[in-house]
């Protein structure tokens, strides 16, 4: 069974950076789908970006796009979030998506206060 496995999550101060990593494991197939969604508590679990077609579209959050960077190398994606607000703050789940079948990390947090 395909696993995620999510790093690089932590606590950081307002205005500075974090990179997160995801890296497929158990599959020997290149993921259609990768990418990053987040939960912050009391709320639903929004996207932050993904990549699809194999790497080939990228999408981000509108409000999120000019602080963050999605980035995939076969089953590895990486999010790089500059100046991080407290609003950042939450659960990052990595995302997967092949052949009509949905897979989710167990989450990484992100906390931002100073």
């Known amino acids: 069974q395909l696993q995620l496995m999510e790093s690089g999550g932590g606590l950081v101060q307002p205005g500075e950076s974090l990179r997160l990593s995801c890296v497929a494991t158990?599959?020997?197939?290149?993921?259609?789908?990768m990418g990053w969604y987040r939960q912050a508590p009391g709320t639903e679990r929004e996207m932050v970006a993904t990549?699809?077609?194999?790497?080939?579209q990228t999408v981000y959050q509108d409000a999120l796009k000019d602080r963050i960077s999605i980035s995939r190398d076969d089953n590895t994606v990486n999010l790089q979030m500059n100046s991080l607000k407290p609003e950042d703050t939450a659960v990052y789940y990595c995302?997967?998506?092949?052949?009509?079948?949905?897979?989710w990390g167990q989450g990484t947090q992100v906390t931002i206060s100073s």
């Open positions: 158990r599959t020997s197939a290149r993921l259609e789908t």
């Open positions: 990549t699809s077609n194999w790497g080939k």
């Open positions: 995302f997967a998506r092949h052949q009509g079948t949905n897979y």
